[in-house]
Each structure stands twice: as C-alpha cells, then as structure tokens.
C-alpha cells in the first residue's frame, strides 16, 4: 500500500475502513474489582492491538514496547499516568478482566459492517498447540468464520474439551448474518442439522463430503462412477457440468477438475440438496516429476443457476484461505501456537487480538503483514489516527 498517497489525501477514507475500534472497546465490562484499577480495560486492549501492529507478539514485549511510548500512548488514549502496565498486568487482564465471549461480540460487529451482500464463509477449528498441556492431547480450540474475500474473522467460539466442532457450529453461526452467504466447511461439518440451520437463516452451503457420511457418499461415488453399459445399450443421460483450472507455482504444476450435477436432487433426503460435485486435483512436482492425484466429493444447496461448475470451483478453492491467510498467519506471524497463556481466559483473549490485528491489516490492504508491522512500528501516529477516528 503507498502511504505516502495515503498521508496525503486518504485518510479520512483509511478512517472509514478501521476507525471507531477504540470506542467499541469501551464497550466491554471489566471483571476487576474496580476498587484497583489503575489502567482502563479499553486502553489495556488498544495498547496491545498497537503493539500488534507494530510487530509485537508477547506480554513482554509488548509492555517493554509501550513503555518506550508511553508519553505519547497516554496523551491519545487520556490515561491520567504516563507509566505503562507491567508485562503480568497485560496477562492478568487477559486473563480475568475480560467477558470473552462479549469480546468476540465487539469484534464481530466491528467487522461486519464490510461483510458482503453475498459472502462466503468458511469453517474451520484451529488449535493453540502451545496451550495443550504434558500428558494431555488437547489445548484451547477455537472454531472461526472467516470472509476469505475480506480477510477478516467475523465469529469464533472455543470448543470446550469434552466436545467438537458439530456442537458448537450451530451457536456459531446463530450469532452471524447468514441472509445470502455461502457457508463452506470440511466434512466434519458436513452435518444434517447444520444444513438445514443456514437454509432456514436464508444462506447456502457447501461441504466436503468423506465416511462420516457414509450413505451421502456412496451416493455421490456411485453417480459419477464410469458406466458399464450393456450390449445394444448406450449410457443413461447426464447433465454433469465440468469446470478446471490450471496453475503453476512453487515448482508445482496443479490442475483441478471439478464436475458437478443437480441428479441426486429428489432422490437423496440430504436437506435442501441442490448438486452434487467431483473435484480432481492432480499435482505434478517439475523437478521430480512425480503426479499425486486425489479425489474429493461435496454437497451443496446452491442450484446450477446459483453455482456453475467455475463458481463451486472458486468456492471450494477459497475455502482454504482460512488455513492459509488466517491461521497460518496465525501462527507464523503472530507465533501464535508458541503461546503458552494458562491464565484463566488468556489463550483464547490472545487469540481475539491476532483475529483483530490481522483483520486490520487486511482492511487497509497491505500485502505483506511484516511490512505492514514494520510500517505501523515506524508511525505509531497514523496508527492512532486510524484507530482512534470516530466510525
């Protein structure tokens, strides 16, 4: 993104894309005993969001970073100290000072004013391995809705120990404006009552279909099987549709061949089929010439006149932004699987933090999130500007 354009002529729409954050977080109550408080729970947040921006990913360094600061983070934020919080400050209020699931609220409603008339929404969990402790095989998971064409998180919730993402997709999604979007998921959200909720909130979906739907997929496998046709016999009619792509990138040649078809409509009791759809991808490495092929099947109650094949395509492809963009960034950017928070709701505040920064930084359209972190590092003021700004 060129901000030397951005200083000098579009601010006040840059403000337009992210402004209003700072007041939104006034919103959440403080579970602290008022009686205490030297640090306001909305500017706690904000510092650390700043922090974030410029490249800071741990309590510690973010308190070491807004010390050095902290004449001028006092006088934008109105904190009657110019000291900053301690580095365990910044745990403890993670921690305990915050409604977690009010949290998520206020980060929804501050992303969804820039969700699409018909988005797409992606499904997926993610673990915090960091959190998982010795002797255990689970630590905080996290179940998100990601706009892949956005680059925002607009929903997450924990998925609790004792359960998975079947049980709390369904809260998920009722808290989310589904009226027209696309709701994509792996097979494990590939779930009847599932379904039927984003048909009936006015939305689509699209699933990976695998064996824990055993009679589904036999079904489609057995539509798209070659046919055996017998002797002064020719082949029943199809309406199969096809739709490929040919890409080449990181010493891979990929082709994916996608064909779909509205046949099982009526006969399958999948709730609100409309097609069913193949997808091939075939990968061939250049430099060792080795071809790895697999097959996919999915569901779908979006009709042929709502998705061609090139549309399924796109979706079932864009899907995987949330592992790509999101949760590899994530955890690569935002070390976020090397946090090992095991205050109260830390983990899972941090968590919200990174959704927030990342959904920022996408926002203002930079391509490349360490540089935007180097950028916002070196110009701190017009990241006050920006986040400070009235909505």
Known sequence: MDYTIAESG????????????????????????????????????????????????????????????????????????????????????????????????????????HQPAEAHMALDGKTMRGTIEPGHTQGVHLLAAYLPEVGVVVGQTAVASKENEIVVAPELLANLDLQGAVVSGDALLAQRTLS??????????VWVVKDNQPQLLADIERLFAPENCLPGHGPLRVDFARASTLDKAHGRLERRTLTASSLLQGYSQWPHLAQVFRLERQTLTLRSGHLRQ?????????????ASPDRLLHLVRRHWGIENEAHYSRD????????????????????????????????????????????????????????????
């Not at 933090?353 to 701190?380: E, S, V, Y």
Request: aromatic residues 8%.
């Open 332 to 391: 690569m950017t935002f070390k976020e699987d090397r946090c090992r928070l095991n205050t109260g709701c830390a983990a899972h505040v941090m968590a919200i933090l990174n959704n927030l920064t990342l959904g920022l930084i996408r926002l203002l359209k930079f391509d490349f999130i360490p540089q935007a972190r180097r950028f916002f590092n070196a110009r701190l003021d017009l990241a006050l500007d920006l986040l400070l700004a009235p909505p």
């Open 294 to 306: 697999e097959v996919v099947y999915g569901v779908t109650s979006l009709s042929r006149a709502q």
């Open 196 to 205: 039927s909720q984003i048909v009936a909130a006015g939305g689509n979906y």
């Open 10 to 113: 579009q601010i006040e729409a840059l403000c337009g894309e992210v402004g209003g954050l700072y007041e939104r977080l006034k919103q959440l109550k403080d579970r602290r005993d008022p009686r205490g408080v030297r640090y306001p729970l909305a500017a706690v947040l904000m510092i650390m969001v700043l922090a974030k921006l410029s490249g800071e990913d741990e309590a510690r360094g973010i308190a070491e970073w807004a010390k050095w600061r902290a004449k001028l983070l006092a006088k934008a934020l109105g904190l009657t100290r110019e000291s900053m919080p301690h580095h365990t400050t910044y745990s403890r209020i993670m921690g305990h000072a915050v409604e977690v699931e009010q949290f998520e609220a206020v980060v929804r409603e501050y992303f969804s004013r």
